[in-house]
């Protein structure tokens, strides 16, 4: 943003106390202005250029605040680390005499175009924030600080290990009810988990987002409940113990444990309603949460022989095969039903594989997908695997003879393309 002329401005600030720590905002920025520590999610001035890039992914409306301040004393990005809550507006006797005017007219900058990058390559550019046209309504945000419940209590009704045993991870399939409070969630959208107790600072802890992985009627269907998949990591590269708040809290739930709840959130990465669209499923470790609820919404319906399905296709990554969830759920899905690709980049003996060499070796079959309107592409994961998945689709599509630049804009207008990596 561009300061130097304005004595007041308005400036991009995110709300600590809805903001849910997703990492959506800073991944979408394309210039590097939102960072965050281990308390907050906050925006640099200096480098905001108002491109606008984060405002509608974030899940909960966090990122859509500002205040008008002197351009002389914008709130620091270490001011904003420090925050429990925003800071109420300044007076106008007190902004008019910190910015030197007579005026309290308050510059906004023109939205600008996020930049294109020269060097490397900005995979996020690609992803799409609408949600399929055929997509079931959502809704978002029933529950949560600033909605008129502040949460609801859900009771753990399962609690099931998905992986083999190992020393360093350790993912379960976790199942809540809702019991009779409304809470309506589909394929794609995510919940926050609020672990009770306090942090070293003595403050709440803030909520931990968690993908659905059931479908929309329920991990037991006609029952008000829905599942997590949850990781907790046991020991860092170094082999030191690792206690996260927030996954062992829910990897030690017991059956009958209740546990407090906000959401819904998500409103884009949603699955295809229409006869015979096709589903591509990219991701990694927990990101197969997703996957895992459209999988077996489009399972349900196929047994009920209600949906004339078109394709679907699973490329599902891993360190080696032990640490794949639903591994063993997996393979004993149809093959006409689902295409399963499976990558390892941990097992002995053996090269190095990851999802997009996976992709790679079935180019013949991706690439009438990427040009196909009715075929819809979701990625999910840690953000490490983002860049390698888009870039081999780009080459695919090149191989194929089809324009990339063409294909990726169609994919993010058209809602095709989602990508939510963390």
């Known amino acids: 943003m561009d300061m130097a002329d304005n004595a007041v401005i308005k400036q991009h600030l995110i709300d600590p106390e809805i903001c849910i720590r997703c990492n959506t905002c800073e991944t979408m920025c394309p210039v590097g202005a939102i960072t965050h520590d281990s308390n907050n999610y906050v925006v640099d001035a200096e480098k905001c250029n ?81 949600p399929p046209w055929s997509a079931a309504h959502p809704y978002t945000n029933l529950y949560g600080p600033k909605a008129a419940e502040k949460f609801i209590t859900a009771t753990v009704a399962g609690n099931v290990r998905v992986t083999q045993v190992g020393s360093d991870y350790d993912t379960h399939h976790i199942v809540l009810d809702f019991g009779g409070t409304p809470f ?135 360190r080696t095969q032990e640490e794949l969830p639903y591994f063993g759920p997996l393979q004993g899905l149809p093959k006409d039903f689902i295409d399963c690709n499976f990558a390892y980049s941990r097992t002995p003996g053996a090269p190095k594989r990851y999802v997009q060499d996976a992709m790679r070796e079935r180019a013949a079959d991706l690439a009438p997908l990427l040009a196909d309107p009715n075929a819809y592409f979701y990625v999910c994961g840690l953000k490490a695997m983002e860049e390698g998945v888009v870039l081999a689709l780009r080459d695919i599509a090149k191989d194929a003879g089809l324009d990339w630049e063409t294909v990726g804009a169609s994919m993010k207008r058209e809602g095709r393309l989602h990508l939510e990596t963390y």
């Open 50 to 130: 108002w491109c606008n890039a984060c405002i509608s992914p974030c899940p909960t409306g966090s990122i859509d605040n500002y205040r008008s301040m002197p351009r002389v004393r914008v709130y620091s990005v270490e001011e904003q680390l420090g925050w429990s809550e925003l800071p109420p507006e300044l007076p106008r006797e007190q902004l008019l005499a910190e910015a030197g005017s007579d005026t309290a007219t308050v510059a906004v900058p023109e939205p600008v175009a996020a930049p294109v990058v020269a060097e490397g390559f900005n995979s996020s550019a690609y992803g799409s924030t609408l």
């Open 184 to 318: 309506p969630l589909l394929e794609g959208q995510s919940i926050a988990v609020i672990p009770p107790g306090v942090d070293a600072k003595g403050k709440p802890h803030h909520p931990r987002q968690y993908s659905i992985a059931s479908p929309r009627d329920g991990e037991r269907p006609g029952y008000n409940n829905a599942s997590l998949t949850v990781k907790r990591v046991l020991e860092d590269h170094q082999g030191r113990p690792v206690r996260g708040v927030a996954s062992n809290y829910l990897c030690d739930a017991q059956v009958g444990d209740q546990v407090q709840v906000i959401g819904p959130f998500g409103s884009s990465f949603l699955m295809p309603n229409h006869p015979k669209s096709h589903l591509v499923m990219i991701c990694t470790g927990t990101g197969s949460a997703p996957m895992r609820a459209m999988t077996e919404h489009r399972r349900r319906l196929r047994s009920a022989g209600r949906f004339e399905s078109g394709k679907l296709m699973l490329f599902f990554g891993a």
